[in-house]
């Protein structure tokens, strides 16, 4: 009963998270690619890809060939790809897939005649199932971007986490659900795979937290506000766009007054400077509260984790800021472990060995203009 209320502290509802799976963190691209390359090498019955951009490079090409490797030999392969992530891989590539025996359906194709809310709206998502028996979820998508150099890739940090047990149907059927909503690229859409039978694997309770719709539009959030507000040690969280709406930033502020170590792990070079920038307009009134920001001094940050007390652990594609809350497809998965979280703990202490600490000196001895910018883009945080 003590462990159960343990972990029942962090959990916005019990029933969401499902026992007897285990989970594996894949820190870096390093760890991450060739593992998802092995599991879906190793497929006998079906894979599911959905990943905002896919491109028509060296990695996508890799993964391409053994995507039709595994179609010809009878593995049933569903790609769900984002026609605005993806915007830069030109479609021959993806039909010549489909033309492999891979089913490929786009989400939301760019139609350019069509309002601006038909852009806006995306699949942001990053997971793989395979066979019923693992899936993947994380921060990377399948670009020389987020590729590990050692495969000719630019090293991007980013992180995924390795999923067996009951939980992976459930990331099935969210999936399913994408599929539904996407174009496929040829003929009507292909029948959906029964879902797969939940088999146990391990001791760990796990949930799938994600937006898609109107119900679910804020379960992400949801789940972030109750572990912060229940947090009594530290809230530790890494994210490539950090710009969180009120209600978490409150929490985060009030976390910290109450005694709580917050840290905050935010990139230096980013693909996107104006989010950084806007983020910035944030950083002196959490520094005076208490929270502590660094900035991460590598590769491009991509990375979107936390974790809380070393029970409450969360890794997938949502980022902290609007378009993440409001407008993307998103899927993270939420682990009630205090072994896992003793891994993601670790894992944010080694990487605060690459970052260097913002002062409150520092931001408020910014030039004027850059405090200026900061403001300004930081009014528009909802259009980022």
Request: net charge positive; glycine share 8%; charged share 25%.
């Amino acid at each position: 009963m003590q462990e159960k209320e343990k972990w029942s502290r962090y959990c916005v509802s019990t029933h969401d998270a499902v026992a007897g799976n285990e989970v594996a963190l894949l820190r870096d691209g390093e760890e991450a690619f060739p593992a998802l390359l092995s599991a879906i090498g190793g497929a006998r019955e079906f894979v599911l890809l959905e990943f905002y951009a896919f491109s028509d490079d060296s990695i996508g090409r890799t993964l391409g060939d053994l995507l039709r490797e595994k179609a010809r030999h009878g593995v049933k392969v569903y790609l769900i790809y984002d026609s605005v992530g993806s915007i830069l891989t030109h479609r021959d590539f993806f039909t010549g897939l489909a033309a492999a025996g891979v089913k490929v359906a786009e989400y939301r194709p760019v139609i350019y005649w069509k309002p601006y809310w038909n852009w806006i709206k995306r699949d942001h998502r990053k997971t793989v199932c395979v066979d019923g028996r693992c899936a993947f979820v994380g921060g990377f998508n399948i670009t020389e971007s987020d590729a590990p150099r050692s495969m000719g890739g630019r090293g991007w940090k980013a992180t995924l986490t390795c999923a067996s047990g009951p939980v992976v149907a459930g990331i099935e059927k969210i999936f399913w659900e994408a599929w539904a909503a996407s174009t496929p690229l040829s003929g009507p859409a292909a029948p959906c795979l029964p879902l797969s039978e939940p088999k146990k694997a391990g001791d760990k309770r796990v949930a799938v937290v994600y937006a898609g719709g109107i119900r679910n539009v804020r379960s992400i959030r949801r789940s972030y506000r109750c572990a912060i507000d229940r947090a009594v040690e530290y809230i530790y969280i890494t994210n490539a766009y950090f710009l969180p709406d009120r209600l978490v930033y409150r929490r985060l502020v009030k976390a910290a007054r109450r005694g709580v170590d917050v840290r905050i792990i935010a990139p230096r070079d980013t693909d996107y400077p104006y989010v950084r920038l806007a983020s910035w307009a944030m950083y002196a009134h959490l520094i005076k509260n208490g929270v502590k920001i660094y900035e991460w001094q590598g590769s491009i940050l991509h990375s979107k984790t936390a974790v809380i007390d070393g029970m409450w652990s969360s890794v997938g594609s949502h980022n902290l800021d609007h378009r993440s809350l409001h407008y993307n497809l998103e899927l993270n998965l939420n682990v009630y472990d205090g072994a896992f979280g003793g891994v993601m703990t670790r894992a944010f202490r080694d990487d605060l060995k690459k970052t260097r600490l913002i002062t409150l000196e520092e931001v408020r001895n910014r030039p004027f203009i850059s405090k200026a910018v900061s403001k300004f883009l930081y009014l528009f945080r909802s259009w980022l």
